[in-house]
């Protein structure tokens, strides 16, 4: 079936650093990619998506391209900031199925 | 324009007891999703509703049900409790059946835990 896979964390960044969260995933279709953000104590947020190959979603100066050729959806983001701070999730979403199926999550720590 | 709410947002139950957690998708959203999050299988599909209907269907067993009302408020009862339900028990909304493509919106989450 369906599956991503998120590089372990926890991650520890210093304010201002470069970051990169690396996620691959394996579908038999042509599925959309997704990377959500959960703050302590709340649900899901949408940070940005992406529906085709080669389609780059951007939010909040977060980026991540659709790379077909090598299953990925890495996630980046030029210079972190401590509200940054939180865990995300790479997911796929195949419209044959309708739901979305999560990697384990990547949490976050920046410190100032 | 408010956003999914579930209710309550913490729950404590015993074993064997059921309980039914309540969601209120985006006003306009047809469909519901509900998903549950622990630490150890991580964030799981359960099951989606649109127009009243179960559409899929996640790998839980039977005592995980739901419904969907006409006004979309979908519903989700887990009967014999168990300690390994215990929880986060998240619901996500999205306008039709293109939540794959747009994207869902999640509410805050239910914590259920079971004594």
């Known amino acids: 079936g369906d599956s991503v896979t998120q590089m372990e964390g926890p991650v520890t960044l210093s304010e201002e650093a470069f970051l990169t969260i690396n996620c691959t995933y394996t579908a038999t279709g042509y599925p959309s990619l997704f990377w959500y953000v959960q703050y302590p104590g709340e649900g899901l947020q949408l940070l940005l998506k992406?529906?085709?190959?080669?389609d780059k979603g951007s939010n909040k100066g977060f980026e991540a391209t659709y790379r077909k050729e090598t299953t990925s959806f890495h996630l980046e983001k030029g210079s972190v900031q401590v509200s940054d701070s939180a865990v995300y999730f790479c997911a796929l979403s195949d419209a044959g199925a309708q739901k979305l199926v999560f990697g384990q999550g990547t949490r976050l720590t920046i410190n100032p | 324009k408010a956003g999914v709410t579930q209710t309550p947002r913490y729950l404590i139950k015993t074993r064997g007891q059921q309980v039914t957690l309540s969601c209120s998708p985006i006003?306009?959203?047809?469909?519901v999703s509900w998903y549950q999050q622990t630490p150890g299988q991580g964030l799981q599909f359960l099951f989606e509703y649109f127009s009243e209907t179960q559409r899929n269907k996640g790998n839980f067993p039977g005592r995980f049900s739901g419904r969907q009302f006409s006004n979309s408020r979908s519903e989700m009862n887990v009967s014999t409790l168990e300690l390994g339900d215990s929880a986060l028990y998240l619901c996500?909304?999205?306008?039709?059946?293109?939540?794959?493509?747009?994207?869902?919106?999640f509410g805050s989450g239910t914590r259920l835990t079971v004594v």
């Open positions: 992406a529906t085709k190959a080669d």
């Open positions: 996500a909304s999205s306008l039709g059946r293109q939540g794959s493509k747009g994207g869902y919106t």
């Open positions: 006003s306009g959203h047809r469909s």
